[in-house]
């Protein structure tokens, strides 16, 4: 249930410059949204024990003018929504004043966007129950609109200049001027939030762009780790060719370290209750960096004429410049059978591939990636061995041995050391003569 009113009306007309008083009470702690009042048209708040064991507060207006005229609202602490919207038990009440017929407006109440094809208020509305009011264009020619007291004018009306007017003793009174302004707009709110990059270092310039298309006007607002500060710059550019579209540019010059964290940008529609929020995550680095994270072990062993990947994954801010060495030397760059790829795999990781389409046995060694950028040199050794199957590359029968009799001799080569001495010996049984094996 909502709270209660005393006095229980939908509206009540309170007599210039008198005092009068409204009471709310409720079950649980309640609060008051009354007009915007300035100057010395003050309201008074307070809150009332009784024995009832309900909440009560109290509302006083003391001298009342056509200021305090509006909606009067009494609702649930705990009902409020974001932006202000309450829901609650209300009352209006109208303070005529004869020498203020209409109820003074607030500058954001003068200029009325709508949308095209909606429904606009012009909001001059009267302080007396019982006034009669004209709507006037620019050219000071009536407009015909349905009118309410508590609201104003209600119609759909081109964009343009608008006045009321109305007589009070035979003295015509006009009201402030309403600027009616007619945008494009949807009823979604497309938005979409840029970073060229996610990642940066101390001293350099950040940028973010937010995007709102399909819409002429929104209320735009960004939230970023130095927003307290005031730290950063915001352009706005109106693009309508090809498509409409507002381009919101947040800058934040010599970022620092305290400027890492989320972007946001939250996009409210002009007319509608609609919203929409974009953020993307900003690191900022003290200085910038290289990560090596090598797929391979530092030593490793290839089969001859193996085609075989060397694959680095490397982490880095500024993008780096990457080479390979063999035994300290600069590797020659696509060579026949030995080819090195590098390149970026996303923002700030990269990949360097060392292939051997043929391995060879000369292309035994130790290899090197090295990755540097302005800030940070890394570099990554490792042994390669090209395996070459054992050969009995000679068999030598010696004659003329010192003790007369036959020797044979056994050459065997390859990579690693082969053991062929079981082979050999099938010759010894051959040949009933001692065997000397030769390793190449």
């Not at 949308?115 to 606009?120: I, K, W, Y």
């Not at 990059?197 to 399909?214: R, S």
């Not at 390149?343 to 990755?371: H, N, P």
């Not at 010192?402 to 001799?409: D, E, H, I, K, L």
Request: glycine fraction near 6%.
């Amino acid at each position: 249930p909502l709270p209660t009113i005393v006095p229980n009306r939908n509206e009540m007309v309170v007599q210039l410059y008198s005092n009068f008083t409204l009471k709310c009470s409720g079950d649980s702690e309640v609060s008051w949204q009354y007009p915007v009042t300035e100057g010395n048209h003050r309201i008074d708040i307070r809150h009332e024990e009784n024995n009832s064991g309900l909440f009560v507060t109290v509302l006083e207006v003391g001298n009342a003018s056509a200021a305090h005229t509006g909606l009067y609202v009494c609702y649930y602490n705990h009902t409020q929504v974001e932006d202000g919207d309450v829901e609650g038990k209300n009352i209006y009440i109208y303070v005529p004043d004869p020498d203020m017929p209409f109820v003074p407006s607030i500058p954001e109440d003068q200029f009325i966007l709508v949308e095209e094809g909606d429904p606009a208020v012009i909001p001059c509305r009267t302080s007396n129950p019982e006034a009669q009011v004209t709507l006037v264009n620019s050219l000071d020619k009536p407009v015909h609109a349905l009118y309410d007291t508590k609201q104003g004018f209600i119609g759909n009306f081109p964009a343009g200049s608008y006045t009321c007017k109305t007589m009070v003793k035979g003295m015509e009174f006009k009201s402030d001027e309403f600027l009616i302004y007619i945008i494009r707009a949807t009823s979604q709110l497309p938005v979409e939030i840029e970073a060229l990059k996610t990642v940066y270092k101390t001293g350099e310039t950040i940028v973010v762009t937010c995007v709102v298309f399909d819409n002429e006007v929104v209320n735009l607002q960004w939230n970023y780790p130095g927003k307290v500060k005031e730290k950063g710059l915001i352009k706005l550019d109106d693009i309508k060719v090809p498509s409409q579209k507002l381009v919101y540019t947040l800058t934040i010059p010599e970022a620092s370290v305290k400027d890492t964290g989320d972007y946001e940008c939250t996009a409210r529609h002009a007319t509608k209750e609609v919203k929409e929020n974009k953020k993307v995550a900003i690191t900022v680095h003290d200085k910038g960096f290289v990560h090596l994270e090598p797929q391979f072990n530092p030593l490793e062993a290839v089969n001859l004429h193996e085609v075989k990947n060397f694959v680095v994954d490397v982490q880095a801010y500024p993008a780096p410049k990457m080479y390979w060495l063999k035994d300290n030397v600069t590797l020659i760059e696509n060579l026949t059978e030995i080819v090195t790829t590098s390149g970026r795999v996303q923002e700030t990781r990269f990949q360097s591939v060392l292939k051997l389409i043929r391995a060879k046995e000369e292309d035994s060694g130790y290899y090197t990636l090295v990755a540097e950028n302005e800030d940070e040199i890394k570099r990554y050794t490792f042994s390669l061995l090209i395996q070459v199957p054992a050969l009995i590359s000679a068999l030598v029968d010696d004659h003329h041995g010192s003790a007369g009799g036959q020797t044979v001799r056994c050459l065997a080569e390859g990579t690693p050391l082969p053991d062929w001495v079981g082979m050999c010996f099938v010759f010894h049984e051959m040949l009933s003569a001692p065997i000397f094996f030769y390793i190449l």
